[in-house]
C-alpha cells in the first residue's frame, strides 16, 4: 500500500545517507526494465521567421536532398558574409509553446473529453524537447548540469530552463574559432534542404538561425502525459512518406574518426545525445555529415534512431537507454511530488550539478517566474 511503499522509500533512502527531497542519479538505480513511452503524436506545429516571430503554420519546414557520398561541402562558407545570428541573450523560456497552446488548445487529446470543455489541458507536463533531452541524458553527464524551474498552473506542471551560471560564462567566453564552428552545423542544413518540395538547396543564400521549425508532440512516459515541442531541421519529400513524426530527419555534423579512440567517444559521448535528442519525439533518422578540422565535409552517414543502442553495445562501460527513462519517469515523478502548489507565480527550482543529487528551492514572485500574463489571464475562451 501506499504508505509501506513510502516508509520504505523512507528508509532506501536512509541507507544511503539521503536527504528527503532530493533525488539520485546514479545509474544502477535506474538499471530496470524499460518503461512504457508511447509512441508520440504530432498534434501541431509552428514556426518562426527570420526575425523571431510566431506563424501557426509550417512555413519554415525544409524538405531533405541527399547529397553525394563524398560531398565536399565547405562550411566555413559564408560565416563572414551571409549569417545572421540568433541573440543567444534573449531568453524566450517557453513562450513560443504557449502561444501554440493558446491558439490550439483543441487540438490536445485527452482521453477525458470533460476537460476538453473545462479549463484544464489534460496534461501533466509541458516543456522543451531539448530540457527532457537534458533530463535523459543525466545519469552519463559529467561536465553540465542544469537548473530547471517548474510552476503548477490549472493542474498542468510546466518546465523552463534556467542558464546556469557555469553556462552563462561559458557563452560570455566563447573562443573565435568555437563561434565560428557553432555557425557550421547550420551550414550543413543549408547544403541539405530546400524550401520547397520540388526545390534544391542554395548554398550561396543567408544562414539565419532565428528561422525555425517546431513539432508539438504529445505521448506519455509512464503515468506522465508530455506535451513538448521541438526544433525539426527538415523532412523527407516523399508524399507517401510516414505522418510527423516519422517523416522528420535531424541533421548533425560531427568531426569525422580517425582513430579508434575517436570512434569509442562518438559512440559513448555523440551518440548518447542524438539518440536522446530524437527518440524523443520520435525523429527516425538522423543524417551526420563528418568534417575535417577546416569545416569540409568528408562523408555523410545515416543514422536510424531504433538502431544507435544496438550500435553501441560492444563499447564497454556503455550508456543504456534504459537508465535514461527510467530516470527521467523518476525525475518527473519527484517534481509531482514536489510541486504540489497550483500558483504560477510560484517557482520549485530544480538544480542538478555533475556527481550531486537533484536538489530543489521555492521562490514565490522572483525573477524565475516564466509563466507570462498573457498566458495566466484567460486560457478559457
Ligand atoms: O533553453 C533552450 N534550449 C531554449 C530553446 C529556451 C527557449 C527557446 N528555445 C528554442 C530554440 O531557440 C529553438 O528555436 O527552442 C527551439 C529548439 O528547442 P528544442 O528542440 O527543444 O532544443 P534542442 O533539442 O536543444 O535543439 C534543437 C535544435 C538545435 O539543433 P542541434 O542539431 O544543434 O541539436 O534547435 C536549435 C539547434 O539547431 N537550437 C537553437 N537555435 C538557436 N539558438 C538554440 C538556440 N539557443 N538552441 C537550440
Ligand atoms: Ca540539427
Given at each position: 500500500d501506499y504508505n509501506s511503499d513510502k516508509r520504505h522509500r523512507a528508509a532506501s533512502d536512509e541507507a544511503q545517507h539521503r536527504p528527503a527531497g532530493t533525488l539520485s542519479t546514479r545509474r544502477q538505480l535506474y538499471e530496470r526494465n524499460f518503461p512504457l513511452y508511447k509512441q508520440p503524436v504530432e498534434v501541431g506545429f509552428f514556426s518562426l521567421d527570420s526575425r523571431r516571430n510566431f506563424f501557426?503554420?509550417?512555413?519554415?519546414l525544409r524538405y531533405y536532398v541527399e547529397p553525394r557520398k563524398s560531398p565536399d561541402f565547405n562550411l566555413r562558407d559564408g560565416y563572414t558574409s551571409r549569417f545572421v545570428k540568433r541573440d543567444d541573450g534573449v531568453k524566450e523560456k517557453l513562450d513560443h509553446v504557449l502561444k501554440w497552446i493558446l491558439a490550439n488548445r483543441d487540438k490536445i487529446q485527452t482521453r477525458d473529453q470533460t476537460s476538453s470543455s473545462s479549463?484544464?489541458?489534460?496534461?501533466d507536463f509541458v516543456t522543451w524537447r531539448g530540457h527532457l533531452t537534458k533530463v535523459l541524458t543525466t545519469p552519463y553527464e559529467t561536465q553540465e548540469g542544469w537548473m530547471l524551474a517548474a510552476s503548477k498552473f490549472r493542474g498542468t506542471i510546466y518546465i523552463s530552463e534556467v542558464e546556469t551560471e557555469a553556462a552563462r560564462a561559458n557563452r560570455m567566453t566563447r573562443s573565435e574559432r568555437q563561434e565560428e564552428m557553432m555557425y557550421w552545423g547550420y551550414k550543413f542544413e543549408q547544403y541539405t534542404c530546400a524550401d520547397d518540395v520540388d526545390g534544391t538547396p542554395d548554398p550561396g543564400g543567408v544562414v539565419n538561425t532565428n528561422e525555425a521549425f517546431c513539432t508539438v508532440v504529445q505521448t506519455r512516459l509512464a503515468d506522465h502525459k508530455l506535451l513538448f515541442s521541438g526544433e525539426v531541421d527538415c523532412r523527407v519529400k516523399d508524399p507517401d512518406a510516414p505522418p510527423a513524426p516519422g517523416c522528420y530527419v535531424e541533421l548533425k555534423t560531427s568531426a569525422e574518426i580517425c582513430t579508434p579512440k575517436q570512434r569509442s567517444n562518438f559512440h559513448r559521448y555523440k551518440l548518447l545525445k542524438w539518440w536522446a535528442q530524437s527518440f524523443l519525439p520520435g525523429v527516425p533518422q538522423i543524417v551526420a555529415g563528418f568534417r575535417d578540422h577546416d569545416g569540409i565535409v568528408v562523408s555523410i552517414e545515416t543514422f536510424q534512431t531504433s538502431k544507435i543502442s544496438h550500435l553501441i553495445k560492444n563499447e564497454i562501460n556503455c550508456w543504456k537507454p534504459t537508465v535514461c527513462m527510467n530516470f527521467c519517469n523518476d525525475f518527473l515523478s519527484f517534481v509531482k511530488s514536489v510541486v504540489?502548489?497550483?500558483?504560477?507565480?510560484?517557482v520549485y527550482l530544480f538544480e542538478w550539478d555533475p556527481h550531486r543529487d537533484v536538489t530543489y528551492t521555492v521562490h514565490r514572485d522572483?525573477?524565475?517566474?516564466?509563466?507570462?500574463d498573457w498566458y495566466v489571464k484567460d486560457t478559457r475562451s
Open positions: 501557426n503554420d509550417q512555413r519554415q479549463c484544464a489541458l489534460g496534461v504540489k502548489e497550483d500558483n504560477p507565480r510560484l522572483s525573477p524565475f517566474t516564466f509563466l507570462p
